[in-house]
């Protein structure tokens, strides 16, 4: 990191992405529209809209959900994670695009103000076949424009990642009431193989991907090492389990801990990132500074904290070397307390490996 | 993510592992099945008796059947299909029948094709009137009492 990055500003990678994003909706929809227009020349224009958007939202928003797991499983998704969040505003826009057009084409004709008439035109709440799907969209929506609106980094600051994590988790709700938005509405009135078929798959596809997702890290964090503490220090691993400029992580107390090797030198930083508590241990060491593969926000390994002019801090732990072993003392410093590398002698690195 | 957050995740895709597919199954067991078999038909009296008087116009053939032991019946055989949406028959009252007759009292309708068999008692009825019950206009009128057996046209 130098004093000319900047965290929050467009990029080139950024302006790709955007740009995809942007030609992927466009392509999408034309795609759709004109293959709409050949198999039901008989629908409006609006009506094409509406399914048009609808499933476009719903494209999107299986693809948003699946890239963190991905992610966690294969690194080669990593680039997908970048951006994701612009990924999140866009499938909102289109999804509300889709909100918007609904409301006007199925409730702005009557007596009842529109958003009134989508709660009003139908009750029938004991009816899974005629049941009020509409609410279920509405009500996802307002979950996606509370998620999109809060998707800057101002908001991230300003309410802790942690908060803001805890909030953007409101998006399996939103989720689950689309799912169900879809299931009681388009579904009950068309029920085509080709809308519920490609949505079982798509939902049970990301169920299983989250829940493998969730048991992988799950047991990481168990079977993290946990054997007597020598005078507090645990021994991890071998010098050589440590690629060079990389980290090996492991769950030590409540956290986990990244363990980086870079020039000879060996130093333990908390594995989540400040910006998002992305995953420190699967980023690299860039320039002297450990980089944060989601977001590229960087720290001083020997330190816990971000070069100069960014103030980020992070728990830095007392590493030492005990013949070819890494030992680690679970007990953090605080934020930024810089802490000196356990320095790799030539004797420590076993002859036919050095 | 930190380890708080990583459980919250996993208890919260354990659950919608759960429930989402319940509740998915629940929706598309509710999706309405297009109808496969035939539609229900209309349970058709058998026969009673002989047939007593006949009417026969080009569009349909009238058969007044049975007796005061088994009860009386409009037959109702049409050969070309109604060209009305629904045709309902009543009573005519005969001329000296008085008052006797319920004329508003519908005995039945017509499908519309094929055979149709009215039961109207062990009363024998000679006299009904056919009337589009959407338009209100007679179709046909029957006087299976007349001489000739024949019925008159409005």
Redesign the interface.
Known sequence: MSVHYRAVQWNRQKRIYDACIVGGIVAFLAVFVLAHRALHPEATTETVLIRGTATLALVMLHGILAIGPLARIDRRFLPFLYNRRHLGVAMFLVAAVHGVLSILQFHSLGDEFPLVSLFTSNTQYTSLADFPFQPLGFFALVILFFMAATSHDFWLANLSPRVWKTLHMFVYLAYALVVMHVMLGAAQRDSSPWLVGPLAAAMLGLVVLHVAAGRRETRFDAGSPSETPDEGFVDLCAIDDIPEDRAVTACLGDERIAVFRYDGKISAISNVCRHQNGPLGEGKVIDGCVTCPWHGFQYLPAEGRAPEPFTEKLETYDVRIDGDRVLVNPTPHPEGTARPPAVIRERDVPEERS | ??????????R???V??L???V??A????????TVTSPLPVRAMPEARGPVVATIDRPAALYRLRGSAEVGYQLEVVLKRPLRSARVVVRAAANADDGDAVDRDAILGTLDARGLTRIDIGRERLDRFVLSDAIRGDIVDTLDFGSTSEEGSRP
């Open positions: 993510m930190i380890r708080p957050l990583r459980r919250a995740h996993f919260v895709w354990c919608l592992a429930v989402l597919p509740a998915f629940a929706a598309y067991r509710a999706i309405p099945r």
